[in-house]
């Protein structure tokens, strides 16, 4: 061997060793960055815990569970044995309902055939060829942009699903058709009316029977008390305080002048632990909506994360078609997705480069994917859990998204 040839590869090898030690760095500053963030955040009694998964490839690079599933009885006393929170924790993930579910519900009718994202919802569902909706396409009501109320206390007025389905058709618009972005639970809602129609099964058992078993999420659900399912699940709110708080007080601006605000008074006076926490869909929905109403572990939501990251491949098998993921993982003019967020000031994705997208859930969970980079980001929170600040709302988690957001970023950039 000539000693030029050995400089070269004892370069090489020092390379290798000098760039392995450097890629373990940063992976190591980015856990024990995440670890204070959350840790920090539990130690002030902000939120009771958390579960964060990270995975770049086919790697988890990052699991783990933070604190407790519940910390706080009705009283808002703390709870005299706390149980610590596991990866295996099912969380009410919430708004999340709305990409994992029925989103990808949509997906997988396109993919079919069956349905097309242009075609008005009056197709299928006879209220909306009203003159007022009769413009309106399952694109509008995946991109917020139908004109229907953002939200309105539809148990006031609906018992159960079929009640609800027929008061959304009724109910007047907010804004003109296509007027701009204004995120609507009612919208989602409805998206799982068109599911049923399309599929001709409930929307519980379509997604069960296309997505979930499929995927073999078998911790993903609604109702899981229902299902047996009656440990390891992360409590919520006590009741339902907040939106209590949306039908009296007019400062929040949700009140309607139809809604007598002592005519119903069926809160919950317990804390939420297996119930979903979002009122429309537990009162209204039975639990069921295409708006809210799923429960997950961060480990059920990865085997979906990783099909949408590999071009719609579920290991070797094609889930979802690369085109139909192409379609709703496209920005529309309010720099959004179908479904999907994509808009890069949203502090789960601050900074992010092009082709990232994701969701948030109003009880503190959130999805981001940066398919750019094969990597990922899973982080559940139980925020509600804590209770109402004097401020009469819940703990805004924002910053927590963000600051660990930027801590994986930064690794990205050392780990392309």
Known sequence: MSSKFFVVILAYFVFSVATSAQKKSSKATMISSIDSILQT?????????????????????????????????????NLAVLEKTTVKHLYDIASLTKVVGTTSSIMLL??????????????????????????????????????????????????????????????????????????????????????????????????AENIFKP????????????????????????????????????????QRKEIDPNSWNGWRNYTLRGEVNDGNAWYANE???????????????????????????????????????????TKDQYKNGLGWMMEASNSFMKNAKEGTFGHTGFTGTSITVMPYCDLSIILLINRQNMGLLENKTYYNVNKIREQVFTAVLKYSKSNP
């Not at 979906?304 to 491949?313: E, S």
């Open 215 to 254: 995927l073999k999420m078998n911790h993903t659900m609604y109702n899981p008390l229902k299902h047996g399912f009656t440990k390891n699940i992360a409590a919520t709110s006590h009741g339902n305080p907040y939106e209590k708080r949306m039908v009296t007080d007019s400062t929040l601006g949700m």
């Open 110 to 207: 396109v993919d079919k055939g069956l349905l097309k994202v242009d075609e008005p919802v009056g197709k299928y569902i006879p209220a909306f060829n009203s003159p007022d909706k009769a413009n309106i396409t399952i694109r509008h009501l995946l991109t917020h942009t139908s004109g229907l109320y953002e939200w309105y206390p539809l148990y006031y007025r609906c018992k159960n699903r079929q009640e609800t389905f027929k008061l959304i058709g009724e109910l007047p618009l907010a804004f003109p058709v296509g007027s701009g972005r204004h995120y609507s639970d009612l919208g989602f809602t409805i998206l799982g009316q068109v599911i049923e129609k399309v599929s001709g099964k409930s929307l519980e058992d379509f997604m």
């Open 41 to 77: 955040q539990i130690d002030q009694e902000k939120i009771p815990g958390a579960v964060i998964l990270i995975k770049k490839g086919k790697e988890e690079i990052y699991k783990n569970a933070f604190g407790y599933a519940q910390k706080k009885n009705f009283e808002q006393q």
């Open 287 to 329: 639990g069921v909506s295409g708006a809210a109403g799923l429960f997950s572990t961060v480990e059920d939501l990865q085997k979906l994360v990783d099909v949408l990251k590999h071009k719609g491949k579920a290991e070797k098998k094609q889930f979802i078609s690369e085109s139909t993921l192409q379609l709703f993982l």
